[in-house]
């Protein structure tokens, strides 16, 4: 998942680190996204989206896109009105357009939608278009978990960083998907992956904390690993660069099952973005002015157990499974087999007792961002 590889790279220096509150971290993220003229509801959903990622241990998803939100902002891209509405509903089925807005709201309205049609006729289908970055893919399928029903999101993206399969040049997204299932004795299943080697998000987590990407998240144009976490970054997200190379995908090359990992990819952005009208960054970015909206396209799918069997046998069968996996002889003692969304679970608990670790450099932009709108910087 997004936070494992996080928590099992983390390094043990943080002498200079600040650990917030959640509820602190929360309430400037609410006070900037205020400050910018988002809407009262909009901002306190992008903000709870955005701090349970932060709890989640996905430090790459969460108050650390503050800086891009911003650019979003200052270019005009990013509809601080934004107002989300149905544009098409069939019951079962129904298309948002999220107006242009951050991502955040318009998706906890499209997952919420989905539930709500699984509630009443056993599987619910909500698509959004129109929209920006919406988070952690993770966040909206654990809605679904905590009603009681399976769920599935994926989402088309706008950076191209992701080089297909014998492919030279980027011209994917990380394009996530999530899917989530309820237990009753264990938390839900929750798997939350990019289908990159890695999200690119947590390079720039790497690049904050000074530290070296592990070898094979990105390759330059000539298909060679790099490891240095700010040639990563010009490769990734520096949009003068006329180089080629960028974040591989899952698997790798070919031979090591990269085809695989491409595959995904196309599914995540077909339903995504495809199927909710949304664009195609390669296809777009040839016209796109700098104050033109993503258009991204989110897919939220909620299936009640119900349909199917009995809601306590199913949670009981997937308990059961889940207790084979943890019962697995471990490689290295130390390390217990897990399965997904169980590393985040530690985290939440662990963060919200202990606060949200931040790196300086990333507690200074958030300074900066405070500075910039006059509103107090409530992270010290």
């Not at 390759?219 to 976490?229: A, W």
Request: glycine fraction near 10%; include cysteine.
């Amino acid at each position: 998942s997004l936070a494992m590889g996080y928590l099992l790279h983390m390094k043990s220096d943080k002498q200079n680190w600040i650990s917030p509150s959640a509820e602190n971290v929360r309430a400037q993220i609410y006070s900037l996204l205020r400050a910018w003229g988002m809407s009262e509801s909009q901002s306190t959903l992008s903000a709870d989206v955005m701090v349970d990622t932060d709890l989640s241990g996905v430090d790459s998803h969460g108050v650390s896109m503050l800086k891009t939100y911003n650019e979003f902002r200052i270019s005009g891209r990013l509809n601080l009105n934004a107002e989300p509405k149905v544009i098409n509903d069939r019951g079962v089925t129904a298309l948002v357009d999220a107006d242009a807005g951050l991502g955040h709201a318009a998706a906890v309205m499209g997952m919420r939608m989905a539930i709500e049609r699984a509630q009443s006729f056993g599987v619910g289908m909500v698509c959004v278009r129109n929209s920006h970055h919406f988070g952690a893919a993770g966040y909206y399928v654990r809605m679904a978990a905590e009603a009681g029903f399976v769920g599935l999101c994926t989402s088309s993206t706008r950076s191209m960083n992701t080089v297909p399969t014998r492919g030279q040049q980027a011209l994917l997204g990380t394009n996530p998907i999530a899917f989530a299932a309820p237990a009753k004795r264990h938390p839900p299943f929750v798997l939350d992956m990019a289908t990159s080697s890695v999200a690119a998000n947590k390079v720039r987590v790497y690049e904050l904390r000074g530290d070296p990407i592990p070898s094979g998240w990105v390759t330059d144009e000539k298909g060679q690993p790099v490891t240095d976490s700010s040639q990563a970054m010009t490769i990734i997200f520096d949009a003068t660069k006329s180089q080629g190379g960028g974040l591989s995908p899952l698997g790798g090359t070919q031979e090591t099952g990269g085809h695989k990992g491409y595959g995904l990819a196309m599914m995540v952005h077909i339903l995504g973005g495809t199927l909710s009208g949304s664009s195609f960054s390669p296809i777009r970015v040839k016209t796109q002015r700098p104050q033109d909206p993503d258009n991204l396209g989110h897919f939220f799918c909620v299936i009640d157990p119900a349909v199917f069997r009995d809601p306590d046998d199913f949670k009981d069968d997937l308990d059961a499974v889940i207790d084979v996996l943890h019962g697995t002889p471990a490689a290295d003692p130390s390390q217990k087999v897990l399965v997904h969304g169980e590393l985040e679970e530690q985290s939440r608990q662990d963060r919200q007792a202990n606060g949200i670790p931040m790196p300086p450099a990333l507690a200074e932009q958030i300074r900066q961002l405070c500075e910039q709108v006059k509103v107090p910087y409530l992270l010290a």
